[in-house]
């Protein structure tokens, strides 16, 4: 079946960096997503890679995928209070165009 | 550009009531847009998909004849809650698709309901 899983909360300091992790089951999904979402909003999308990618680097924002791990991970760098906030995961399900979520990490950035 | 909006943002209602919820692209046409459920602390759950002018796609356990699904044109779907519960509380969420088959989807801001 489809089933995502995140760890649920993570906790850094400013400055340091932010790794949070996800495994995922479907291995025909094409491709993957993190999104982010602040307290009582919807959800952003931060970044996405495509299957047959093994890394991604946008700005502060790094994604590994190792697909035979079905295991897929974001770093954040330079961690900010500004980044505290829910973390999902998210694979497309195969041609349907669902997307199914992870759990959930919330990242907390102490000061 | 691509926003989706939700209106309204939160809406109390008293149980019994229905409640609708709409959800548009405000500069883009929505091939398909889709309907998400989110509980505290818990993950998004998709409650169904529509494609406008034809009838949605539920998800298993979702009760199509309590979540009524309208996509009446290619910048507006609505959600109405039937009969709404105190169960039904929850924050629901929208998000709308470019084309068939793009991967990205544009989520709204979400409507917290609550039933009293």
């Known amino acids: 079946g489809e089933d995502v899983e995140q760890s649920l909360f993570l906790s850094v300091r400013e400055g340091d960096s932010s790794v949070i992790n996800c495994t995922y089951t479907d291995s025909s999904s094409t491709y993957l997503y993190w999104y982010k979402q602040e307290p009582g909003a919807g959800l952003q999308l931060l970044t996405y890679i495509f299957s047959n990618m093994d890394m991604k680097q946008d700005q502060r924002l790094t994604v590994l995928l190792n697909k035979k791990d079905k295991h897929l991970s974001l770093r954040i760098a330079d961690t900010q209070t500004g980044d505290s906030a829910i973390y999902f995961c998210?694979?497309?399900?195969?041609?349907?165009?669902?997307?199914?979520f992870g759990t959930g990490t919330l990242l907390a950035v102490q000061p | 550009g691509a926003v989706v909006s939700q209106h309204p943002s939160r809406v109390i209602c008293k149980s019994g009531t229905s409640v609708k919820i709409e959800c548009r692209s405000l500069?883009?046409?929505?091939?398909?847009m889709f309907w998400y459920r989110q509980f505290p602390k818990k993950s998004l759950m998709l409650m169904a998909t529509s494609n406008e002018g034809s009838k949605a796609t539920y998800e298993q356990g979702v009760e199509k004849d309590k979540f009524l699904i309208n996509h009446a044109s290619l910048t507006l779907s609505t959600l109405t809650v039937t009969s709404a519960h105190p169960e039904d509380s929850s924050f629901y969420i929208c998000s709308a698709a470019l084309l068939a088959g793009d991967g990205e989807q544009y989520f709204g801001p979400g409507t917290r309901l609550t039933v009293t």
């Open positions: 998210a694979e497309e399900a195969g041609a349907t165009n669902k997307l199914i």
């Open positions: 500069d883009f046409q929505a091939t398909t």
